[in-house]
């Protein structure tokens, strides 16, 4: 059986430490899944997340106080998701090629994808809104926030509309998404501060790129890409936030801080300090060289979920290349070239961000706002999922500090 994903009823039953007539026991009684396995013979296949949660839970009833030890490690707490899925160095949204759709869907139609399963939905949840005096004052308020970064304006902004927003408070899945759709174009406007056009991308192209005719449609595949991406641990957060019941305004507010951080999205800020010190094509390589023997990390590099290359930069890098100024490119050529020279580490999402929005001529911080405002989507739609469950994450810590004195009576 060559898909990872699956085991057989041998190998399940191994991994159990049972017999197959006992692991049939626990399909009946729905503690494992199996399904037919493809090919003419009536052979079953059974997940190996099951097998391995199981064996999971019979561990912690043995030991039960190694519970936080084996929750809290890379790749835990794992919670159910059927909104984005790594395998085989692919990304997929309910399983469509995320790739797929960046190249051909509106960043409406994949959020409604994402929040409701339906990408026709999209019609309705982001239908024009009209202008009122409340949205006129509110731009005015954005438009005088000038000191903030785009990412920044969004908080200011996620604040002030959640409080005004009543309809915010209905957390049913219909009612959820038609409030994700007014953050997102709340933040379009927020990060650009221009009024929102007929879709998000036609946004941003109006604010920051107007004479790049072809820079809608490459901000447009880069919001896509940014979506989602598993538990993150933004979207963890958005999860956690959404589990307590808040609204998805707070679910937004609490993404943002988490993506602001230096080893999440603030790490764009880093990457951009890295073509800063590259300087032109003709000298990037050999600052690269110098960075390197300096001991210095090359931020905007590798992936553990992608040991061949995060596909989301090879696509930004190429969009790039098409849409964008050839010598801003040239340089992004340049630096991943040198460091695959010296590290073999391939570009991630990160400098592709960083490399189309200088090819693009867009404004400082642009990576992140681009990273902020795809990844929104995202965070809604665990929001949205979350909420469905209504169940409290709640992960257990394993206590390291000073032992507990006993009473003396």
């Known amino acids: 059986m060559n898909d990872c994903r699956y085991l057989t009823s041998r190998q399940a039953a191994d991994a159990l430490g049972v017999s197959v007539d006992t692991l049939y026991a626990y399909v009946s009684r729905g503690m494992l899944r199996s399904e037919a396995a493809p090919g003419p013979a009536r052979v079953r296949r059974y997940f190996r997340e099951d097998v391995e949660r199981l064996i999971e839970r019979k561990a912690l009833r043995r030991e039960p106080e ?11 707490p794992v919670l159910e998701s059927a909104l984005s899925f790594i395998d085989d160095g692919c990304l997929y949204y309910r399983g469509q090629d995320a790739l797929r759709l960046a190249r051909n869907e509106s960043v409406e139609r994949v959020a409604a994808l994402l ?7 999209a019609a309705d949840l982001f239908a024009p809104g009209r202008r009122t005096p409340e949205a006129t004052r509110f731009m005015r308020l954005i438009s005088r926030a000038s000191g903030l970064g785009p990412v920044e304006r969004c908080q200011v902004a996620i604040v002030r509309a959640g409080a005004a927003d009543l309809g915010g408070y209905d957390l049913r899945p219909l009612a959820a998404a038609h409030t994700g ?21 036609a946004t941003l192209r109006n ?21 989602d991406h598993e538990l993150n641990v933004s979207a963890f957060t958005a999860r956690c936030v959404a589990s307590a019941q808040a609204t998805p305004y707070d679910v937004v507010s609490a993404g943002l801080a988490a993506l602001k951080g230096r080893l999440h999205g603030g790490y764009t800020a880093r990457v951009e300090a890295l ?11 050999d600052r690269i060289a ?52 010296i590290s073999g580490h391939h570009p991630n999402l990160d400098f592709g961000l960083v490399a189309l929005a200088r090819s693009l001529g867009l404004p400082p911080a642009s990576p992140l706002a681009l990273f902020a405002l795809g990844r929104a989507v995202g965070w809604i739609a665990h929001a949205i999922e979350q909420y469905s469950s209504n169940q409290l994450i709640r992960p257990r810590a394993r206590y390291i500090g000073v032992p507990p004195v006993s009473a003396v009576g």
């Open 66 to 76: 190694k519970a936080g030890s084996r929750r809290l490690h890379w790749g835990s």
């Open 275 to 285: 073509f800063q010190e590259a300087g032109s094509p003709s000298r990037a390589r």
């Open 115 to 121: 929040w409701v399963g339906r990408p026709d939905a």
């Open 181 to 201: 759709a007014r953050i997102i174009r709340l933040m379009a406007s927020a990060v650009t501060a221009h009024w929102p056009a007929a879709t998000v991308d």
């Open 207 to 227: 604010a920051w790129a107007p004479e790049r005719a072809r820079a809608g449609d490459a901000m447009r595949s880069a919001l896509i890409l940014c979506a």
């Open 290 to 341: 110098r960075r390197v023997s300096r001991g210095e990390d090359l931020p905007g590099f590798g992936h553990r979920l992608y040991p061949q290359g995060d596909p989301r930069a090879a696509m930004l890098l190429s969009i790039a290349e098409d849409a964008g100024s050839t010598r801003a490119f040239a340089l992004a050529s340049v630096i991943a070239g040198a460091v695959k020279e």
